[in-house]
């Protein structure tokens, strides 16, 4: 059985007490982050269902994560776990969720609910051999917005403090203003029924950071967060990882420094020689991180918005000194611009925790994670 953190419970629920879990109708500047995790793998991108899905995510996770020092979770959340192909609600999915907002706001912890993966939609179509209708499909976009307000009915009633919406994660249209264009929609759909709620928007091919500078943002609108991933350089942060082509080089790395020796490269042929070129004399450190997110931090300056880095994170078998140095270099640029973070992810093959053992895989990863700046009180 799961241990709980029965000091933090009672000494969290005797502050929660003295302050109202109600609906507020105020500004929702009281919405701040700064380091975080993703709740993956649970109720998204996930086949457990029953009793497996509802022990693997419970109260002693948030209790962890409150007295370890995240201030925020994101959930992912996927269409084929809240509603059938008929459009259904599925119980089970709507009573987990509610059920880790409560525990979210129990242990103030802020939440992100991420809507990551809907049936329109999936950012690794294009990588297997799929396709998504959604920014070319009316009906789609309009199941997209029919989504929302029945989230929006669910959890209208929770603290614009405390509860944050995303859209859609990771959006993969062929053109920027395709993308624009939707979030123009979702965006008036939303604010008509939720005028204070916070919403992140990220920008299009994978709220990659490079396409930041094409994002069209809603004017005149501050309750709003911009959203980036980043796994950069991947021949790092994926090494080892089947699914995509960094993953396929089982060569030696370096970080920081020069990834990748002219030698090496020279010795590998095919598919992963031409990825390795992208390598070639290319000094990755610190600089090189910043010097990739300086085009998001100049769009949250325009706006006067809230940076927030959506995902980051390394492959658990990546060589840790590896692993590690690259996490200091990103809180680093992370602190320095008041980007605020989610890692990818608690529990999973990016993750620090295991589930399984009730125990940390990776204490030494937590520990720099929470070296960098917190939520100033």
């Known amino acids: ?9 009672a000494l969290v629920s005797a502050a929660v007490v003295l302050t109202s879990c109600g609906a507020k109708n105020e500004t929702t500047e009281g919405f701040v982050l700064k380091r975080g995790t993703n709740l993956s793998h649970w109720l998204s991108q996930s086949d457990e269902r029953g009793e497996a899905r509802r022990q693997h995510i419970q109260e002693d996770d948030f209790a962890r994560l409150a007295e370890l020092g995240f201030d925020h979770v994101r959930i992912p959340i996927d269409e084929v776990q809240f509603w059938d192909e008929e459009g259904n609600k599925l119980p089970e999915a709507w009573e987990l969720l509610d059920m880790a907002l409560d525990y979210a706001r129990k242990y103030e912890l802020r939440a992100i609910v991420d809507l990551h993966i809907i049936r329109a939609h999936y950012f690794n179509a294009v990588n297997e051999g799929a396709s998504n209708d959604l920014f070319t499909n009316e009906e789609s976009q309009q199941g997209l917005i029919d989504m929302w307000y029945q989230l ?91 699914w995509t082509p960094a993953g396929h080089y089982d060569g030696q790395i370096t970080y920081p420094g020069v990834m990748v020796s002219d030698e090496a490269i020279d010795a590998t042929e095919g598919e992963v020689r031409a990825m390795l070129e992208e390598y070639r004399g290319v000094l990755w450190n610190r600089e090189k991180i910043h010097e990739q997110m300086a085009d998001a931090i100049a769009v949250a300056e325009k706006y006067g918005l809230q940076l927030f880095c959506g995902e980051w994170g390394v492959y658990e078998p990546v060589d840790r000194d590896l692993a590690y140095a690259w996490t200091r270099d990103m809180l680093s640029v992370f602190d320095e611009f008041d980007i605020a973070w989610t890692t990818w992810c608690y529990d999973a093959d990016f993750g620090f925790w295991d589930q399984a053992a009730d125990d940390y895989k990776d204490r030494g990863l937590v520990d720099i994670l929470m070296s960098g700046k917190g939520l100033e009180k």
């Open 1 to 9: 059985m799961k241990r709980l953190f029965s000091l933090v419970a």
């Open 152 to 242: 929006s009915d669910f959890l209208k009633d929770r603290s614009t403090d405390w509860v944050a919406y995303e859209f859609m994660n990771e959006p993969v249209a062929p053109e920027h203003e395709m993308w624009n264009e939707l979030v123009a929609k979702v965006h008036k759909a939303l604010r008509e029924r939720e005028p204070n709620r916070v919403l992140v928007i990220g920008s299009n091919m994978w709220q990659g950071h490079w396409t930041m500078k094409y994002l069209r943002v809603p004017e005149g609108d501050k309750n709003i967060i911009l959203s980036f991933h980043y796994y950069n350089p991947q021949l790092l942060t994926h090494y080892g990882a089947w």
